[in-house]
């Protein structure tokens, strides 16, 4: 091997797009584990070392911890919505398709999904990124406005401010360790009346 060679990184895909690729899905999913474990952002040097990778490598990624969570916001909301829909849309009568919705969000709140939405909202306001987190709260309600539509309710809007709010706290009932098929029992007691 020539001199030059051994300080080129070894290259673990069939191309440097795919190689790019696989990093950038390994310091996700480091990101993700991370939140989950600190309950608060992590620095991008925490990262690269959950990653598997130099500290300084990371910033041919992402330039700052903000631009590392925006990507993280892109990468997990999609599957969050499509699964908060899917419950939603699976369910039999609008009634249950709201608790489905109130369901599925708890049980996102407890694997985790919902680290990557607090850890937004804790890092200093950025316009792009409260852009960003208030399209995707608007869309993330909209299963839920439709539900209580299908209820006929007149202003599912405020309706659905209340929903949340059970939903917010039936979130601190797990932070609190009470288990999650209690939560989801006190959420059928709250919202399984509605109509």
């Known amino acids: 091997m020539g001199g030059a060679d051994r300080f080129m990184p ?27 474990e600190l309950g608060a952002p992590p620095t991008l040097a925490q990262v690269a070392v959950r990653a598997g990778m130099a500290r300084t490598s990371i910033y041919q990624y992402f330039k700052s ?17 499509a699964r908060v829909s899917d419950a939603v849309e699976a369910a039999a009568t609008p009634t249950e398709a709201v608790l ?13 999904g919902h680290a990557v939405g607090t850890a937004l909202a804790s890092i200093t306001p950025d316009p792009d990124l409260d852009e960003q987190a ?10 839920l406005i439709d539900a209580l539509q299908r209820l006929g309710i007149a202003e599912p809007e405020p309706i659905a401010d209340l929903v949340t709010a059970v939903i917010h706290a039936a979130g601190q009932m797990l932070e609190q360790g009470i288990e999650r098929e209690k939560v989801h029992s006190h959420l059928r007691t709250m919202l399984g009346h509605l109509g």
């Open 10 to 36: 070894r290259i673990k895909a069939s191309s440097v797009v795919e190689h790019r690729a696989q990093q950038e899905e390994a310091i996700l999913n480091a990101t993700f584990d991370l939140l989950h």
């Open 65 to 81: 911890p903000t631009e590392l969570l925006q990507a993280a916001a892109r990468e997990v909301y999609p599957r969050w919505f």
């Open 100 to 112: 489905a919705y109130a369901t599925t969000c708890i049980d996102l709140v407890a694997e985790g």
């Open 134 to 143: 208030e399209q995707m709260h608007a869309s993330a309600r909209q299963p």
